[in-house]
């Protein structure tokens, strides 16, 4: 049974960092698609970056350059890095994994994924 857990959040100031970390176990995680995505109150939920198992990585256009999408697949483990944090960036994290990413812009979607962790909290303020 695949199962996600994802963990590294919390509260910075706007232009802080954070690394966030997704354990993974129950399947092969370097042969998979493994996505993050991030939910705020009252919006839906959206990806923000994915990485295939050729390790072709894509982002949405409001985290490039800010955010960086990357694996440990001795670990199982997906990392995302956010720098230059915002107060847009507000919202609850969550990894998620499909066996293939999808064209651009259809990984962003959140229906394209079968498994996803819990979730992690990130809050920026201004």
């Known amino acids: 049974q695949v199962q996600l857990v994802e963990s590294g959040g919390g509260s910075v100031q706007a232009g802080g960092s954070l690394r966030l970390s997704c354990a993974g176990s129950g399947y092969t995680y370097s042969s998979y698609c493994m996505g993050w995505f991030r939910q705020a109150p009252g919006k839906e939920r959206e990806g923000v970056a994915a990485?295939?198992?050729?390790?072709?990585?894509r982002y949405a256009d409001s985290v490039k350059g800010r955010f960086t999408i990357s694996q440990d697949n001795a670990k199982n483990t997906l990392y995302l890095q956010m720098n230059s944090l915002k107060p847009e960036d507000t919202a609850m994290y969550y990894c998620?994994?499909?066996?293939?990413?999808?064209?651009?812009?259809?990984?962003?979607?959140?229906?394209?994924?079968?498994?996803w962790g819990q979730g992690t909290q990130v809050t920026v303020s201004s």
């Open positions: 990485i295939d198992s050729d390790g072709s990585t």
């Open positions: 998620a994994a499909v066996v293939h990413c999808e064209a651009n812009p259809r990984w962003r979607l959140a229906l394209t994924y079968d498994y």
